[in-house]
């Protein structure tokens, strides 16, 4: 084995052992990461990223095809295919905490297929810190009104604050979308999310409002056979 090799291969294996002490524990806060990322800035921005990458697109397989390529029973978005990539995304947020996409995936993970909304609301407010500086911050302020609109609480009777908080989340995402400007995505885009703030009003008891976010969806509010049209 070259020396070279062996060096990379030992800064892996020391950054598996700083990932594993500080950051896979299933309770996340601001030290934990703060601690790990601090920690991992000794690594070389290119190597951070070369690893990132790596583990990247093993979580990327793993969502579509599943860990056996030939199992004819996996189906893509499924609980298994998301609930397998958990760690890989741990990793590349260790790695690269300025990245959106990772957080906004562990988030849907958390909320969704295991019921830790609050772990996951939690981790997209580390991500509101560390992606400060991102274009697609909107995503994760979006995915934050995602969570409080579909995941559910552990009360029905918390329905109407979940909805305020859904709001001002998609409030935020409006406004960082329109401060950076416009994004190809078909789901996180400003359309969407003016459509949405239009439902969560409509569901607050507030018709006025909820059709003048409609009209800035620029849909025709006649043709989609909504319950605003009414």
Known sequence: MSSK???????????????????LPIEIN?????RSFDALQILPERLRAFIAARFWEKADHLMHKGPVVSRQSFVAGSYAGNTDIIPYLKFV?????????????????????L?????????????????????????????AAFIYLFAQ?????????DLEKAVVYIDKAISKY???????????KLENYYIVKSRILWELGKPQQALEAWENSDNNLEESHDVLAG
């Open 115 to 143: 019921g830790m909304r609050e772990d996951a609301l939690s981790l997209l407010e580390d991500a509101f810190y560390n992606c400060e500086n991102s274009k697609y911050l909107h995503e994760l302020y979006a995915s």
């Open 30 to 34: 601001k030290k934990n990461y703060k």
């Open 5 to 23: 090799r062996l060096i990379i291969l030992s800064i892996f294996f020391l950054l598996l052992s700083l990932v594993f002490h500080n950051f």
């Open 93 to 113: 947020i260790a790695l690269c905490p300025e990245e959106t996409a990772p957080y906004r995936l562990l988030a849907s993970n958390y909320a969704y297929h």
């Open 178 to 188: 329109i401060k950076t400007g416009d994004f190809p995505d078909p789901v996180f």
């Open 153 to 161: 609480s552990n009360s029905s009777e918390n329905r109407k604050t």
